[in-house]
């Protein structure tokens, strides 16, 4: 498998540097626990506040359903988080809760993208971490509930479903919400043995996709701009790991030829660093100097693919958001480092970033820096019941949020990077965007 062998040569090289500092030994290891405890502080606070529902709102104690009814938002997405660290009473109610209560027959539609790298993946890692069969009984259910987002003209899948219904809207999509699929479907299909979601998560992700917005219906491109931020991120990650999970040599080729276009007109040398800006896709003239929060899932995924120099000069950059602010910003111009968008809202990419390039390089300074994002996110967003995302990283001013990304993320890669290598068989899993392992079981 790829995968593998990949992963296995770098993997050595960070299991040496382990042993030659004395490997997880107290910092780290109290590092580890440090995030733990912060997992158990915002599970306590959501168990108290907003039992039952997707999300607490950790300023006001209370809680948000993304629907009319509560598709279990949080316990579903942290309950794997729970497992990799051991929580073993908490992992207990989560499943509990879940299996007792979740349903996916109601009459109102999700956005496809959200509902597939939480849920959908969520209960794939549930079912191949615990064994309960249920798990993966929700999942062919949810999967067959989104497969009529498939059915425009083009094969793209529209950005909301009726899950009881199968109705469409928003024929306005963009390549991450059409792209970002592929993980999860093949991984259905593999586990079910029905070659329909791979296929149709395949034709989707199979189309030249470089721009920021696209309609679904005509093919027709809405918004020209090209970069690696929000609306087009992860569809380059799943093109590289729908080929290491797949072993899909369509995938390889795809990622290839768009990697090679992003290094080609996206990259930007400066004063302040080496980042990715954005260009037009026709005439590939840059359009704008911003780099953002989502951004920085970049250095993983190049790490990923063995292009360990500029994943570790990018993941320079992207931390020096966080040294210039304190905690970084959503979005800001590289040009100036001024911010242009000043929302926290308890990303995970740098840190998963960070954890990446440890694991490959075995560089101690993404430990230190994956301590100070960590550190910093707690003294900043920490409140009674939980953690809360900042309205600006400049004020400091908390907003009453906590994403269920929150626990299924941001926290799993700060543990991961602190904790002892065998907390997860990195090399022998993929992530999906909402770090989700996804093992190749079949």
């Known amino acids: 498998m790829r995968l593998l062998t990949v992963l296995l040569p770098l993997c050595s090289i960070a299991a040496t540097v382990c042993t030659r ?13 440090s995030v733990r405890a912060a997992f158990q502080h915002a599970w306590s606070g959501y168990s108290r506040y907003a039992w039952g529902h997707d999300e607490l709102k950790p300023l006001s104690n209370g809680f948000r359903d993304w629907h009319d009814v509560s598709l279990y938002m949080t316990p ?89 219904t199968g109705a469409t809207e928003w ?9 970002t699929l592929m993980l999860e479907f ?20 199979d189309v030249d996709l470089v721009g920021t917005t696209i309609n679904v219906e005509t093919g027709d491109w809405q918004n020209t701009e090209s970069h690696i931020g929000g609306m087009i991120d992860s ?6 790991k729908a080929w290491l999970l797949f072993d899909d040599e369509d995938f390889k080729l795809m990622w290839d030829e768009s990697i090679a276009a992003v290094n080609r007109h996206l990259t930007d040398e400066r004063d302040t660093g080496f980042w990715y800006g954005r260009s037009d896709m026709h005439e590939g003239n840059r359009t704008r100097t911003v ?27 992207c931390f020096s958001m966080w040294t210039t602010f304190g905690i970084e910003p959503e979005m800001l111009d590289y040009s100036t480092m001024e911010v242009v968008n000043a929302a926290y809202p308890l990303r995970p990419e740098a840190l998963e970033s960070a954890y990446y390039l440890f694991r490959l390089t075995g560089g101690e300074k993404y430990v230190s820096m994956g301590q100070e ?3 910093n996110i707690g003294r900043y967003t ?61």
């Open 171 to 179: 024929s306005v999509s963009n390549p991450a919400e059409i792209g």
């Open 373 to 375: 994002m960590f550190e």
């Open 291 to 317: 780099f953002g929060a989502l951004d920085s899932f970049m250095p993983a995924v190049l790490a990923l693919s063995g292009d360990l120099i500029r994943a570790e000069r990018l993941m320079e950059s």
């Open 76 to 164: 579903l997405d942290a309950f794997d988080t729970m497992l990799i660290m051991g929580l073993h009473e908490e992992a207990a109610e989560a499943k509990r809760l879940v299996l007792g209560n979740l349903t996916f027959d109601h009459d109102f539609s999700v956005q496809v993208f959200e509902i597939t790298i939480r849920t959908l993946g969520g209960l794939i890692s549930a079912y191949q971490m615990d064994g309960d069969p249920r798990f993966l009984e929700l999942a062919t259910d949810l999967a067959n509930r989104l497969l009529p987002a498939f059915d425009s003209r083009t094969g793209m899948p529209y950005r909301r479903v009726n899950l009881q």
């Open 186 to 205: 093949g991984t259905m299909s593999k586990l079910t043995r029905n070659q329909v979601y791979y296929d149709k998560a395949k034709r989707a992700a």
């Open 235 to 240: 569809y380059y990650e799943y093109l590289l």
């Open 382 to 442: 920490r409140t009674e019941s939980g953690f809360a995302a900042l309205e600006s990283v400049v004020t400091r001013r908390k907003a009453d949020a906590m994403e269920s990304f929150f626990m299924a993320e941001t926290l799993k890669y700060a543990y991961l990077l602190f904790a002892p290598e065998d907390a997860i068989d990195f090399s022998g899993v993929i992530f999906n965007t909402e770090a989700h392992p996804i093992r190749r079981s079949w």
């Open 21 to 33: 500092e004395g490997g997880p030994g107290s910092g780290r290891a109290g590092l580890a626990d």
